[in-house]
């Protein structure tokens, strides 16, 4: 086993056919035998995308903040929007002054910072699923569509993604929220529109190379309908590029949202949204700088992860990057 | 050659109608009515508004005002802003230095530190200069620099204070605009201090905004070069024996260089999109704050004209950036 080609993990890395057996223990079992018959495909997969630390370090980070969102109110000290009138701006646990009620501070309003950052965790993750859905479902479409029908047909939806990504993602962002009007659900439809060339870009690249290939032709020959060859034969052999495209898409879907929070065109205040948080108390930030300082690498931690994640399953699912 | 740049013209003449298109739409899908928009809180008459309707035109068919509204664009007016009254293509030029400034600054600093990084992080691959650099690339590209630009200004002018928050230049200096850039201008001024003064305003921006291409240019530089590297021809050149230096330094980067290029190109869009945010942080006067101020004052000639002038521009780059790359490798002319 090779290192991978996208090993962003930790300096002192080194990767081993022992390390990667120390990752689990059905893991250790199965390579054993796995040396006479192939393993199943799953544990194939699991097995590349686990060798890279960075990846498993995100995966890791996201399932510890999907279940800090999902258990909020058990995990988080207070309610998001509590106001602790005597304890405005409080510094951190470290600090001489900082107690253990508010772990990282509170903000202008007395409210605490880490309860807000966790329920700040379920809209950002609801963000990125529901914008990374709408995408994906729709450029799958499209680019199915286009890569079927070629012709005329193509040409209107490639022109058409053509002008979209001719606009600067966050202006055509901020454009459509102009027209919407500012608020959350359609900050969400705006960075879905803005994202959707690159899933029917590749969509339809993968349909027009899988087209040509003798299953295609064999299933038609055999009286496969149009709709079954688009959705059943053709579709899931476009699924690898697809999904490592949507993993990064959660970061591009949360850094965006919380982009147009930060310019008061996303979620509204008090929505603890992460970008809306940074926005609120970016005044205050000369003056206790863990109001602005907490919010913004819960963003960047987040978004990390997802990118680690999307380079490790590149890397475990493209054939051609494999060994 | 020349079939190589009609073709490419031909891919983008109708992206620019469809832009337009885009642009005209956006406006049109307003809910509310634009003159009521106009005239704001003073309210006016029935018979002021009809006149002013037919006036905009704004009572005929839709298509009919596209044609008018295509007309108009193509004799280069755009309208005139809401609320300066002037037209949108003078306030596009007068800002569009600042804007041109700042990125260009931001490129070069991507470019001076991404490239190298990327290099230093191939030549050593699976060591820890590489997953250190690696780390750090996919780090600034996960940045939100919204975020990164605040800790920037908490670090650099709040705690340590060498550089000021806002603006382009110090109050102390005052000179005529030339050509709009603050760093020629100073110095043409001749006036002792003004140039640092220019340059003191001009670093944090353009780093905050620098960040995320300096990340994609290391992560390309590196990919680029570790294809290049298992080439053919660089061990014929390193069994020759010439040095490491030249075999990388010549050999090598030329090749890998052409991908880069490439990347540098298409991080122009992506670099407009970081100047709203850098801009509107920094209080810096360009058209990223422009725009993003016109349209929380619902100045929709101005969000029109802007869309389709910052459109064209970034289609204008990568246009430019095509028929380039044709000119450096004759492969891709045939393509297309």
């Given at each position: 086993?090779?290192?991978?080609?996208?090993?962003?993990?930790?300096?002192?890395?080194?990767?081993?056919?022992?390390?990667?057996?120390?990752q689990?223990?059905?893991?250790?079992?199965?390579?054993?035998?796995?040396?006479?018959?192939?393993?199943?495909?799953?544990?194939?997969?699991?097995?590349?995308?686990?060798?890279?630390?960075?990846?498993?370090?995100?995966?890791?980070?996201?399932?510890?903040?999907?279940?800090?969102a999902?258990?909020?109110?058990?995990?988080?000290?207070?309610?998001?929007?509590?106001?602790?009138?005597?304890?405005?701006?409080?510094?951190?646990?470290?600090?001489?002054?900082?107690?253990?009620?508010?772990?990282?501070?509170?903000?202008?309003?007395?409210?605490?910072?880490?309860?807000?950052?966790?329920?700040?965790?379920?809209?950002?993750?609801?963000?990125?699923?529901i914008?990374?859905?709408?995408?994906?479902?729709?450029?799958?479409?499209?680019?199915?569509?286009?890569?079927?029908?070629?012709?005329?047909?193509?040409?209107?939806?490639?022109?058409?993604?053509?002008?979209?990504?001719?606009?600067?993602?966050?202006?055509?962002?901020?454009?459509?929220?102009?027209?919407?009007?500012?608020?959350?659900?359609n900050?969400?439809?705006?960075?879905?529109i803005?994202?959707?060339?690159?899933?029917?870009?590749?969509?339809?690249?993968?349909?027009?190379?899988?087209?040509?290939?003798?299953?295609?032709?064999?299933?038609?020959?055999?009286g496969?309908?149009?709709?079954?060859?688009?959705?059943?034969?053709?579709?899931?052999?476009?699924?690898?590029?697809?999904?490592?495209?949507?993993?990064?898409?959660?970061?591009?879907?949360?850094?965006?949202?919380?982009?147009?929070?930060?310019?008061?065109?996303?979620?509204?205040?008090?929505?603890?949204?992460?970008?809306?948080?940074?926005?609120?108390?970016?005044?205050?930030?000369?003056?206790?700088?863990?109001?602005?300082?907490?919010?913004g690498?819960?963003?960047?931690?987040?978004?990390?992860?997802?990118?680690?994640?999307?380079?490790?399953l590149?890397?475990?699912?493209?054939?051609?990057?494999?060994? | 050659?020349?079939?190589?740049?009609?073709?490419?013209?031909?891919?983008?003449?109708?992206?620019?109608?469809?832009v337009?298109?885009?642009?005209?739409?956006?406006?049109?899908?307003?809910?509310?009515?634009?003159?009521?928009?106009?005239?704001?809180?003073?309210?006016?008459?029935?018979?002021?508004?009809?006149?002013?309707?037919?006036?905009?035109?704004?009572?005929?068919?839709l298509?009919?005002?596209?044609?008018?509204?295509?007309?108009?664009?193509?004799?280069?007016?755009?309208?005139?802003?809401?609320?300066?009254?002037?037209?949108?293509?003078?306030?596009?030029?007068?800002?569009?230095?600042?804007?041109?400034?700042?990125?260009?600054?931001?490129?070069?600093?991507?470019?001076?530190?991404?490239?190298?990084?990327?290099?230093?992080?191939?030549?050593?691959?699976?060591?820890?200069?590489?997953?250190?650099?690696?780390?750090?690339?996919?780090?600034?590209?996960?940045?939100?620099?919204?975020?990164?630009?605040?800790?920037?200004?908490?670090?650099?002018?709040?705690?340590?204070?060498?550089?000021?928050?806002?603006?382009?230049?110090?109050?102390?200096?005052?000179?005529?605009?030339?050509?709009?850039?603050?760093?020629?201008?100073?110095?043409?001024?001749?006036?002792?201090?003004?140039?640092?003064?220019?340059?003191?305003?001009?670093?944090l921006?353009?780093?905050?905004?620098?960040?995320?291409?300096?990340?994609?240019?290391?992560?390309?530089?590196?990919?680029?070069?570790?294809?290049?590297?298992?080439?053919?021809?660089?061990?014929?050149?390193?069994?020759?024996?010439?040095?490491?230096?030249?075999?990388?330094?010549?050999?090598?980067?030329?090749?890998?260089?052409?991908?880069?290029?490439?990347?540098?190109?298409?991080?122009?869009?992506?670099?407009?999109?970081g100047?709203?945010?850098?801009?509107?942080?920094?209080?810096?006067?360009?058209?990223?704050?422009?725009?993003?101020?016109?349209i929380?004052r619902?100045?929709?000639p101005?969000?029109q004209?802007?869309?389709?002038?910052?459109?064209?521009?970034?289609?204008?780059?990568?246009?430019t950036?095509?028929?380039?790359?044709?000119?450096?490798?004759?492969?891709?002319?045939?393509?297309?």
């Amino acid at each position: 086993m090779g290192s991978s080609i996208h090993a962003f993990g930790d300096v002192a890395e080194t990767v081993s056919v022992d390390t990667s057996n120390s990752q689990g223990s059905n893991a250790t079992a199965s390579t054993a035998d796995g040396v006479e018959k192939a393993p199943h495909p799953l544990l194939e997969f699991w097995l590349a995308f686990s060798e890279n630390k960075g990846a498993l370090a995100g995966l890791i980070f996201i399932v510890i903040v999907a279940l800090a969102a999902v258990l909020a109110p058990q995990v988080a000290p207070h309610l998001p929007q509590t106001q602790f009138r005597d304890a405005l701006l409080q510094p951190p646990v470290w600090y001489a002054d900082g107690t253990w009620q508010f772990i990282l501070g509170t903000d202008d309003l007395g409210r605490d910072i880490l309860s807000r950052i966790i329920y700040g965790a379920r809209l950002s993750l609801t963000i990125g699923v529901i914008v990374v859905t709408l995408s994906l479902a729709t450029g799958i479409i499209l680019g199915l569509t286009a890569g079927f029908f070629r012709g005329f047909v193509e040409a209107i939806i490639m022109r058409l993604m053509d002008v979209i990504m001719s606009v600067p993602t966050l202006l055509l962002a901020i454009a459509i929220v102009a027209v919407l009007g500012p608020g959350l659900e359609n900050a969400m439809i705006a960075v879905a529109i803005v994202v959707l060339p690159s899933y029917t870009r590749l969509t339809r690249a993968s349909v027009i190379a899988e087209r040509g290939k003798v299953y295609v032709t064999a299933s038609s020959v055999v009286g496969a309908g149009l709709l079954r060859q688009m959705f059943v034969n053709v579709l899931p052999n476009c699924m690898a590029p697809l999904i490592v495209q949507a993993t990064l898409g959660f970061s591009t879907a949360i850094l965006d949202t919380a982009a147009l929070g930060f310019l008061g065109l996303g979620a509204q205040p008090p929505t603890p949204e992460w970008g809306t948080l940074l926005a609120e108390s970016r005044q205050f930030m000369q003056r206790a700088w863990w109001v602005v300082t907490f919010p913004g690498l819960a963003i960047l931690f987040t978004v990390l992860s997802f990118n680690l994640m999307g380079d490790g399953l590149r890397d475990a699912l493209d054939p051609k990057l494999k060994r | 050659m020349l079939s190589f740049v009609l073709r490419r013209l031909g891919v983008v003449i109708p992206t620019f109608f469809g832009v337009t298109i885009l642009a005209f739409a956006l406006i049109h899908m307003i809910p509310g009515d634009p003159i009521v928009v106009m005239a704001g809180e003073r309210g006016m008459s029935d018979e002021r508004h009809a006149e002013l309707a037919a006036q905009l035109g704004i009572d005929r068919p839709l298509i009919e005002q596209y044609l008018a509204y295509i007309g108009n664009v193509l004799t280069g007016n755009l309208g005139e802003s809401f609320v300066s009254r002037t037209p949108v293509l003078t306030e596009f030029l007068e800002l569009f230095p600042a804007t041109l400034e700042l990125s260009i600054s931001a490129m070069l600093i991507a470019v001076v530190l991404g490239l190298p990084a990327g290099i230093i992080a191939a030549i050593n691959r699976g060591k820890w200069p590489d997953h250190t650099l690696m780390g750090a690339a996919l780090t600034g590209y996960s940045m939100p620099i919204f975020w990164w630009a605040l800790i920037l200004i908490l670090v650099f002018s709040g705690y340590l204070g060498w550089t000021p928050v806002t603006n382009r230049i110090s109050l102390l200096y005052f000179f005529e605009p030339v050509t709009g850039f603050m760093l020629i201008d100073s110095l043409l001024s001749g006036q002792p201090g003004a140039f640092w003064s220019a340059v003191h305003h001009l670093i944090l921006p353009a780093t905050a905004l620098a960040t995320i291409p300096m990340a994609v240019i290391a992560r390309m530089t590196r990919s680029s070069m570790l294809e290049v590297l298992s080439d053919d021809y660089i061990r014929t050149a390193r069994a020759k024996g010439l040095s490491p230096r030249r075999v990388i330094g010549i050999h090598a980067l030329r090749n890998a260089l052409i991908p880069v290029i490439t990347v540098i190109g298409l991080q122009v869009g992506a670099l407009f999109a970081g100047a709203i945010l850098t801009e509107t942080i920094f209080a810096w006067p360009g058209i990223g704050k422009w725009l993003v101020e016109s349209i929380s004052r619902r100045d929709y000639p101005v969000v029109q004209g802007g869309i389709l002038l910052v459109a064209t521009t970034v289609i204008l780059v990568n246009l430019t950036v095509d028929i380039l790359y044709g000119v450096v490798d004759p492969r891709i002319r045939r393509r297309g």
